[in-house]
T-cell receptor, first 116, second 116 residues
């Protein structure tokens, strides 16, 4: 089974509107971390936001927030007030604690296009 | 220079060539990673090094040979590659291997490899 599933290969959003990028994960570990990365066309992966499995509050970083629903095993990224520079690939990732802490599992990504 | 750097940024090589990719991190991190990113596929973890010791090898073909001479440098030696090896190769580093899943990875800009 896939560890990280991103079901939206591509998304469009109007500039200044909010958009939600979906991510579900699969783990039996109690301790894990969830990450979102942005990859512009230039190729580098840019860390956006982190959510720990024991964090009770949803993580926020500026215009980025993570809608963490532990029982559903989902960690959706919400981008508020979209900007043209937000157009990029977005990857959800998970790092499991204890035994597999070497590995990051990445989803297949969502390509976000922000329209002017 | 700061962050994670990779050279070259672009590489075209024939199937009989031997080349090396270089990654350098200036963050004082102890763990370094090689990933392969092919079109429309999730990132594939290839190798993980912790304090110059290889701790992960994800069944990567022997035509890819990693080398980690110190905690700041990571190489990927390439020989007799196949056209299907054409991809973006990303290097990453993280503070240390530990059971704490909060550590994120910092990525380099990648090397775009084309095998002809």
């Amino acid at each position: 089974a896939q560890k990280i599933t991103q079901t939206q290969p591509g998304m469009f959003v109007q500039e200044k509107e909010a958009v939600t990028l979906d991510c579900t994960y699969d783990t039996s570990d109690q301790s894990y971390g969830l990450f979102w990365y942005k990859q512009p066309s230039s190729g580098e992966m840019i860390f956006l936001i982190y959510q720990g499995s024991y964090d009770e509050q949803n993580a926020t970083e500026g215009r980025y927030s993570l809608n963490f629903q532990k029982a559903r095993k989902s960690a959706n990224l919400v981008i508020s007030a979209s900007q043209l520079g937000d157009s990029a690939m977005y990857f959800c990732a998970m790092r499991e604690g204890l035994y597999n802490f070497n590995k990051f599992y990445f989803g297949s990504g969502t390509k976000l296009n922000v329209k002017p | 220079e700061t962050g994670v750097t990779q050279t070259p940024r672009h590489l075209v090589m024939g199937m009989t060539n031997k080349k090396s990719l270089k990654c350098e991190q200036h963050l004082g991190h102890n763990a370094m990673y090689w990933y392969k990113q092919s079109a429309k596929k999730p990132l594939e973890l290839m190798f993980v090094y912790s304090l110059e010791e290889r701790v992960e090898n994800n069944s990567v073909p022997s035509r890819f040979s990693p080398e980690c001479p110190n905690s700041s440098h990571l190489f990927l030696h390439l020989h007799t590659l196949q056209p299907e090896d054409s991809a973006l190769y990303l290097c990453a580093s993280s503070p240390k291997i530990s059971s704490d899943p909060t550590y994120e990875q910092y990525f380099g800009p990648g090397t775009r490899l084309t095998v002809t």
